[in-house]
């Protein structure tokens, strides 16, 4: 390895490999059991932040140090002991993140220092100031991204892209409903489909602020914005006459939501589930399966790469990047909130209403 330009925060040199001594890391004790809250639950959820020796750099690894990582919901579930996929204990929280490569090893050709970093599956630990990480589970991705754009693309903007494109064959023109239109995802649903020409119908809870929440989705290129209680009215069908019937629905609440977005999809449509924030079953009454021949989906983007490889993700988030650099997606409203507040920034990102998504500062 030549010089690198970028130092790491402790470091020595031993029989031609990097050997790093300590990083900062969000280690996360938890029992793997559904617990309703972090907050004031310290008997199910520990978290600590800790120092912990880095791995000595081999052929095939590279040094990243981390620069961001936000707090997604799927993290909140991971720590619960509420999710598809769980790591083996202790752990490093955060499936998420923006790293710049420090140091390579002498295999690695793909990569150099400086280059940017995302992680290419869940489960490497994000919420740390430095990693040891194999090349082959890292993607690089452009450097002249905003930061907080790199730091929310590989879960959120992915999410919503391929719910757009690989269940219903859709055309400019035709519209989409969703709920939790404010969450990661929703903004970005708002904006890809905008730039696909999709017109969407966005589901919010009614809240204090709701014109300044309906003026910030607007601005993002939502078509209609409705609260929960507005869908269920009849009138609603009135308000949305100057667009076909969705023939997609994307639902992340579960419970009455889920139901309300079924009932306003167009026959032989599509409602794909990608989250459960109600924590209630998805009910559909037999007449919308048998007389409007509706189809119930699911999408998790972790199977998704399963399925798909390491090569189609890559293109993924290149198109993503493309529409950051053409201004048509940009990064939800973000906090940045220094690792050393991590549990402030915990906190807040289970509060209600919160449309600003929690980014750890490393």
Known sequence: ?????????????????????????????????????????????????????????????????????????????????????????PAVGGNEGIGQVVAVGSSVTGLQPGDWVIPANAGLGTWRTEAIFSAEVLIQVPNDIPLQSAA????????????????????????????ASNSGVGQAVIQIAAALGLRTINVVRDRPDIQKLMDKLKNLGAKHIITEEELRKPETKNLLKDMP???????CVGGKSSTELLRHLAPGGTMVTYGGMAKQPVT??????????????????????????????????????????????TAPACSEVPLEDYQQALGASMEPFVSSKQILIM
Request: aromatic fraction near 6%.
């Open 1 to 89: 390895m030549g010089s690198t330009g970028i130092q790491p925060r402790s470091s020595k040199q031993t029989g031609g490999r990097l050997q790093c001594w300590s990083t900062a890391s969000l280690v996360c004790l938890f029992r793997r059991t559904a617990c309703s809250t972090l907050a004031g639950d310290a008997g199910s959820v520990h978290q600590r932040l800790k120092n912990l020796e880095l791995a000595t750099v081999r052929e095939s690894d590279v040094h990243v140090r981390m620069l961001a990582a936000p707090i997604n919901p799927s993290d909140i579930n991971m720590i619960q002991g509420n999710y598809g996929f769980l790591p083996k204990l």
């Open 152 to 179: 929310t693309l590989g879960v959120n903007p992915c999410t919503a892209y391929r719910m757009l494109m690989d269940f219903e064959q859709l055309q400019p023109g035709d519209s989409v409903i969703q709920n």
């Open 284 to 329: 559909a009454s037999v007449s919308m399966l048998i007389f409007k021949d509706l189809k119930l989906r699911g999408f998790w983007l972790s199977q998704w790469k399963k399925n798909h490889g390491p090569d189609e993700f890559k293109k993924l988030i290149l198109t993503l990047c493309d529409l950051i650099h053409r201004g048509q997606l």
């Open 245 to 251: 019937p969705p023939r997609l629905a994307l639902n």
